[in-house]
Antibody, heavy 120, light 110 residues
Framework: QVQLVESGGGVVQPGRSLRLSCAAS????????IHWVRQAPGKGLEWVAV????????YYAESVKGRFTVSKDKSKSTLYLQMNSLRAEDTAVYYC?????????????WGQGTLVTVSS | QSVLTQPPSVSAAPGQKVTISCSGS????????VSWYQHLPGTAPKLLIY???KRPSGIPDRFSGSKSGTSATLGITGLQTGDEADYYC???????????FGTGTRVTVL
C-alpha cells in the first residue's frame, strides 16, 4: 500500500539546520511530484515546496526561498527537505504528500507528519 | 499569508447542509484546478475534492465541489458529527509559482 513516512524532526536552535526525510513506498516514486506542507501551532496549512517527478522543477514558498532545499536520494525512494537558517516561525508539523504533478493539488496520500521546533 | 480567502467558521445542525466559499484571483483559482481538504487535529489532511469537482474513491457524495470564475465552493450535505473539522481549499498560483491553501474554515455541528 502507498506509504509516506516523514522523519528527522526535533528541537533546533534558531539559525541552525535540520534535514527532514520522506520515505515513500507502495508506488512508483518517480511518477509523482512530492510536496512539503506544514502547519504551525494554531495556524492553517502552508505549502512549503515541491520537487517534480523527475527533479527538473523545484518550487518554494516565498517564506522559505533561499533557506530550504528539496532533493532526492539517488538510490532510494526518499525525498529530503534541507532546512537552513531556521527561524522560530518555522516551528510546525511538516508533512510530505504526493501529487500527479508539481502544479496538481491532488494530494491523495500524506505522511503522518514530523514536528520541528525552533527554539533557543 | 494566504491568497485564498475562506470564512473562519460555519455551523449547522446534524443532517443539514453547509457551504464553504474560497475566493481567489485570476492567477490562482481563475486558471487552475481547486482541491479541498479535511483536517482533523493530530491527523494528516484528507483529500475530499480535486480538479474542482471530483471525489476520490471512498469519499461520500455528501461532499461536493464547484468552481466559478475566481471562486470555489465546497458543499457538505447530511452533516454528521464526524464532519467537525477544519476545511481548506487549495490551488496552484501561477503568479507565485507555488501552491496555496485557503485560510481554513472550522465546521461545527450544532
Amino acid at each position: 500500500q502507498v506509504q509516506l513516512v516523514e522523519s528527522g524532526g526535533g528541537v533546533v536552535q534558531p539559525g541552525r539546520s535540520l534535514r527532514l526525510s520522506c520515505a515513500a513506498s507502495g508506488f512508483t516514486f518517480t511518477g509523482y511530484a512530492i510536496h512539503w506542507v506544514r502547519q504551525a501551532p494554531g495556524k492553517g496549512l502552508e505549502w512549503v515546496a515541491v520537487r517534480s517527478y523527475d527533479g527538473s522543477s523545484k518550487y518554494y514558498a516565498e517564506s522559505v526561498k533561499g533557506r530550504f532545499t528539496v532533493s532526492k536520494d539517488k538510490s532510494k525512494s526518499t525525498l529530503y527537505l534541507q532546512m537552513n537558517s531556521l527561524r522560530a516561525e518555522d516551528t510546525a508539523v511538516y508533512y510530505c504528500t504526493r501529487a500527479a504533478s508539481s502544479r496538481s493539488g491532488n494530494f491523495d496520500y500524506w505522511g503522518q507528519g514530523t514536528l520541528v521546533t525552533v527554539s533557543s | 499569508q494566504s491568497v485564498l480567502t475562506q470564512p473562519p467558521s460555519v455551523s449547522a445542525a446534524p443532517g443539514q447542509k453547509v457551504t464553504i466559499s474560497c475566493s481567489g484571483s485570476s492567477s490562482s483559482i481563475g486558471n487552475n484546478y481547486v482541491s479541498w481538504y479535511q483536517h482533523l487535529p493530530g491527523t494528516a489532511p484528507k483529500l475530499l475534492i480535486y480538479d474542482n469537482d471530483k471525489r476520490p474513491s471512498g469519499i461520500p457524495d455528501r461532499f461536493s465541489g464547484s468552481k466559478s470564475g475566481t471562486s470555489a465552493t465546497l458543499g457538505i450535505t447530511g452533516l454528521q458529527t464526524g464532519d467537525e473539522a477544519d476545511y481548506y481549499c487549495g490551488t496552484w498560483d501561477s503568479s507565485l509559482s507555488g501552491y496555496v491553501f485557503g485560510t481554513g474554515t472550522r465546521v461545527t455541528v450544532l
